[in-house]
C-alpha cells in the first residue's frame, strides 16, 4: 500500500492514513503507523505536514504507536526540523518509556539534527545524554551511527563519553566495536 501511496503522491491517502491513527482499533492503528513510515521511508515529504500528529502519538499508550510514530519522524527529520526541534522534549521522552526501536529512531534523529549548524549544540547535549544512559547493547551502534557528525569541537566529549561507558560492556564484540569508534576518531 505504501509504495501505491508513494507511486501517486496521493495526499489525501496520507491524511485519510493519519486520520485514522486515533481509530479505536489498535490493529488499523498498527497497520496504518507501518504504512505512513514505510511511506516516510520512500518519499519523506508526503508525511512531513504531520510532524505535530506524530509528536502527540508519542504519549500514546499503545508502544507500538509510539515506536511506529518516533520511525516517521525519524524519515521527515530533514524535511522539517524546526518542527523536530521543538518536539525533541518529547522525542527524548519518548526514549526513556519507550521501546529499544524509539530509542534507536530517537538516536537516529538526534544524529541528524546534529548535521544542522543552528540544531547542533543542543541536539548534540541530547546525543550524548543518550550515548551515556544507552542499555550496553545498543552503544555500539549508536556510537558507529553517530561517528559521522563528530567534528573538532565536539570530538573530545563524544570520545570521553565512549571512554567512561568501556568498563560497563561485557560483552567483549561489543566493546571491541567503541574501542574502534575511539581509536578511528583519535
Known sequence: MA?????HADKVAVRE???????????????YIKVLYEIGERKPALISNYVKEFLA?????????????????????????????????????ATNSGSVIARDHAVSILTKMVTIRKYEKTAFKLL??????CPTNQLPMYAENAMRIVNNDNRKMFMNT???RMRSIEKLSKRRRVEHVIKKLG
Not at 3 to 7: A, F, P
Not at 17 to 31: A, M
Not at 61 to 83: C, F, H, Q, Y
Open 162 to 164: 565512549l571512554s567512561s
Open 128 to 133: 550524548i545524554e543518550q550515548l551515556k544512559t
Open 17 to 31: 492514513l493519519v486520520d485514522n491513527l486515533t481509530n479505536g482499533n489498535k490493529n488499523v492503528q498498527s497497520d
Open 57 to 93: 502519538l508519542l504519549e500514546s499508550k499503545n508502544n507500538r504507536l509510539v515506536w511506529g510514530s518516533m520511525t516517521a519522524l525519524d524519515t521527515i527529520t530533514l524535511e522539517d526540523p524546526e518542527t523536530i526541534y521543538s518536539g525533541l522534549p518529547a522525542i527524548v521522552g
Open 3 to 7: 509504495q501505491s501511496v508513494v507511486d
